[in-house]
């Protein structure tokens, strides 16, 4: 049963520090997303990569956050400094597709992010 | 900007009734429409999805219909159970516009009461 997994699936961290999350796409799929999900903003683009280029991170703050994939097993989410803004559902997801679009798209369990 | 915006935030139906979750949009360029299913602690499941090319579709008991005209389209549930109970999301993409992000509605609450 192919699936998208995410480590850490919890993470509690104070102000300042560095947060990485980690992403495993589903083999064969060719284009990897983050989402973020709050409350109060619903779920949101943060970055996306196909075939390990990244093609758009305008929803990212760039200040702060980064996002690679050194691999193509591999997506990382990472937060440095970190905020109580920050605070958050962190969402993986995966899909295969060409430039048209990968557009069934599988999310994985999440990481809950908490700062603190 | 709010390109997808969903109605209602809650909604609480009876067993076997049928809930009706509603979406519409704003950018006419989009063409590929995604509902996701989603349980508390678990990620958005792609439930079903449909093109403005056709008005209807149908998987199972869960049903879109489409009306490009009014760029709306809305989610039905047929012979609602309790185990539907969760949160529901619309969503929308430009599948030739380059950019192959979902832009979601804010969710629908949804419980089905025994």
């Known amino acids: 049963d192919a699936r998208v997994t995410q480590t850490p699936r919890h993470k509690v961290t104070e102000m300042g520090q560095e947060v990485t999350m980690r992403c495993q796409p589903i083999?064969?799929?060719?284009?990897v997303f983050w989402y973020r999900q709050t409350m109060m903003q619903g779920l949101e683009l943060l970055a996306y990569f196909r075939n390990r280029a990244p093609l758009d991170d305008s929803g990212m703050p760039k200040d702060r956050f980064s996002a690679e994939m050194p691999d193509a097993t591999l997506a990382t989410l990472k937060i440095q400094p970190s905020e109580p803004r920050d605070s958050a559902v962190y969402f993986c997801?995966?899909?295969?597709?060409?430039?048209?679009?990968?557009?069934?798209?599988?999310f994985g369990p999440g990481t809950r992010l908490t700062v603190t | 900007q709010q390109q997808v915006k969903q109605s209602p935030q809650s909604l609480i139906v009876q067993k076997g009734g049928i809930p009706i979750i509603n979406c519409a949009y704003e950018n006419t360029a989009f063409d590929y429409f995604p509902w996701y299913q989603q349980f508390p602690g678990k990620g958005p499941a792609l439930l079903i999805a449909?093109?403005?090319?056709?008005s209807e579709k149908k998987e199972g008991r869960f049903t879109i219909s489409f009306n490009k005209s009014a760029k709306q389209f809305s989610l039905h549930i047929m012979d609602s159970q309790p185990g539907d109970s969760a949160t529901y999301f619309c969503a929308a993409i430009n599948s030739g516009g380059g950019a192959d992000g979902l832009t979601f509605g804010k969710g629908t609450h949804l419980i089905i009461q025994p």
């Open positions: 083999l064969g799929h060719n284009t």
């Open positions: 997801a995966s899909g295969s597709g060409t430039s048209g679009g990968a557009h069934e798209q599988y």
């Open positions: 449909i093109r403005p090319d056709v």
